[in-house]
C-alpha cells in the first residue's frame, strides 16, 4: 500500500488542527507506519444497551452528545481519534507527532471523558427520565505500530499492539 496524499480537511478528521498543521509542515512524513511510545486511550458508555431499547433515539442523540466530548477532549490533549467502535472512542496520544507527555496527556483526556462529558449526558437523561449510563476508560502506555492505513477514499490513523488490545480489552464487555 502506498502513503495516501492527505490535505488538511482530510487530516482534520482525526487530528486536532495543530497537529494537522505539523503533519503538513513535516510533507506528511510522520504518517507513515513506524514504530513508537505512545498511548492509547479506549472508552466505551456502559449502559448503553439498555438505553437503546427504552428510547433509540435518545441514545443516539446522547451518544452523540458523548462522542462530541470525548472527541474535544483528545483532541484538547493533541490525541489522535483513531475510530468510533460502537458506542465509544479509541484514540492515540503521542502519534504521529511524537509527545513525550503523551501519558499525561491521555489522562488528562481520560478525565475530562470520565467526568464533565458523561456528566452532561447523565443529566440529560435524568432530565428525560431515561435509564442512566456510565463510562469505561482506559489508558495503556508502551510500544507501538502507528500510521495511517485504509482504502481511497476512507484513510484512518491506526495504532497497533499490546497497548491498543489492553486499553480496548479494558473497556469491551
Known amino acids: 500500500m502506498s502513503r495516501p496524499e492527505l490535505g488538511r480537511e482530510q487530516l482534520l478528521q482525526f487530528l486536532a488542527p495543530a497537529i494537522a498543521d505539523a503533519v503538513l509542515a513535516a510533507g506528511g512524513e510522520p504518517l507513515a507506519p513506524r514504530r513508537l511510545q505512545a498511548t492509547v486511550l479506549s472508552c466505551d458508555v456502559s449502559g448503553f444497551r439498555g438505553l437503546v431499547s427504552v428510547d433509540e433515539r435518545a441514545a443516539f442523540e446522547v451518544l452523540g452528545t458523548i462522542l462530541e466530548g470525548?472527541?474535544?477532549?483528545?483532541?484538547?490533549?493533541?490525541?489522535?481519534?483513531?475510530?468510533?467502535?460502537?458506542?465509544?472512542?479509541?484514540?492515540?496520544?503521542?502519534?504521529?507527532?511524537?509527545?513525550?507527555?503523551?501519558?499525561?496527556?491521555?489522562?488528562?483526556?481520560?478525565?475530562?471523558i470520565a467526568g464533565?462529558?458523561?456528566?452532561?449526558?447523565?443529566?440529560?437523561?435524568?432530565?428525560?427520565?431515561?435509564?442512566?449510563?456510565?463510562?469505561?476508560?482506559?489508558?495503556?502506555?508502551?510500544?507501538?505500530?502507528?500510521?495511517?492505513?485504509?482504502?481511497?477514499?476512507?484513510?484512518?490513523?491506526?495504532?497497533?499492539?499490546?497497548?491498543?488490545?489492553?486499553?480496548?480489552?479494558?473497556?469491551?464487555?
Do not use: C, N
Open 116 to 173: 464533565p462529558v458523561i456528566e452532561k449526558a447523565a443529566l440529560e437523561l435524568e432530565r428525560r427520565d431515561l435509564p442512566a449510563i456510565g463510562i469505561d476508560v482506559a489508558i495503556e502506555s508502551g510500544e507501538l505500530v502507528a500510521g495511517v492505513i485504509g482504502a481511497e477514499p476512507r484513510w484512518e490513523y491506526a495504532a497497533i499492539g499490546a497497548p491498543t488490545s489492553r486499553a480496548v480489552g479494558r473497556t469491551s464487555g
Open 70 to 112: 470525548a472527541a474535544a477532549a483528545i483532541y484538547a490533549e493533541s490525541g489522535t481519534l483513531m475510530s468510533f467502535p460502537g458506542d465509544g472512542a479509541l484514540a492515540v496520544f503521542g502519534a504521529p507527532i511524537e509527545d513525550p507527555e503523551h501519558r499525561r496527556q491521555a489522562k488528562r483526556a481520560a478525565a475530562a
